[in-house]
């Protein structure tokens, strides 16, 4: 299901939307003209556009599409145990919204939060805000994404489950309408992006191994 052309989690949307626009359609082109931008607009965020994914063990993939709002060292004492790096990448609604594995591994963790809906561009919504972290263990070290609901994005959706082997570039979930996703690597990563980088999932590297 993660292979459609559109996130099965369009489908709702599309059936309400595209009902409507046909049923109002039929009394007025004007009256149809609402529900039908929200059906194009719904095909559009949805969209899963295929990717070939050059996976290499040597490198971190960006887990989604976005700019990069800040790369930082952090304590990480939950889930990583450490000083890590934290790359942050924020997703306007107009990105495709498919998260994706930064590196193939093992899923050693998975932590739902609830919070609040804070703007995802604001610097301590990672620590407020509804998310999902997810760990995965390479065998050589642990990387994790965090998915991070924003002020419009109403829903944070996880594919993954424990003990689930996902290769790199992998789609593992999707946010609706607006979000944040961080990833976490360890200081033995030289990270390749800065703050300002446009990045795309499973595509653009952002961290590396030498």
């Not at 934290?86 to 590196?103: D, E, Q, Y």
């Not at 996902?166 to 990833?183: A, D």
């Amino acid at each position: 299901m993660n292979n459609l052309p559109v996130a099965k989690e369009s489908f709702p949307f599309l059936l309400v939307s595209g009902f409507l626009a046909l049923l109002l359609y039929k009394f007025s082109p004007w009256l149809g003209l609402v529900p039908g931008i929200i059906f194009i607009f719904s095909l559009y965020f949805f969209r899963n556009p295929p990717r070939k994914i050059n996976s290499q063990e040597c490198l971190a993939l960006s887990p989604a599409d976005g700019v990069v709002m800040s790369v930082d060292k952090v304590w990480e004492p939950e889930f990583l145990g450490e000083e890590v790096w934290r790359v942050s990448i924020f997703l306007n609604i107009f990105n495709v919204h498919f998260n994706r594995t930064p590196v193939t591994g093992t899923v050693e963790k998975i932590k739902y939060v609830p919070g609040k809906f804070l703007p995802a561009f604001k610097s301590h919504a990672s620590d407020i805000n509804e998310r999902n972290y997810l760990v995965i263990n390479t065998g050589k070290t642990k990387v994790m994404v965090c998915q991070i609901t924003g002020f419009i994005a109403r829903r944070i959706v996880c594919w993954a489950k424990m003990g689930d082997t996902l290769c790199q570039g992998e789609r593992f979930g999707i946010i609706k309408f607006g979000s944040c996703t961080e990833v976490y690597l360890p200081l033995s990563c030289s990270v390749s992006v800065q703050k300002g980088s446009k990045v795309k999932g499973g595509l653009t590297v952002i961290g590396r191994w030498y």
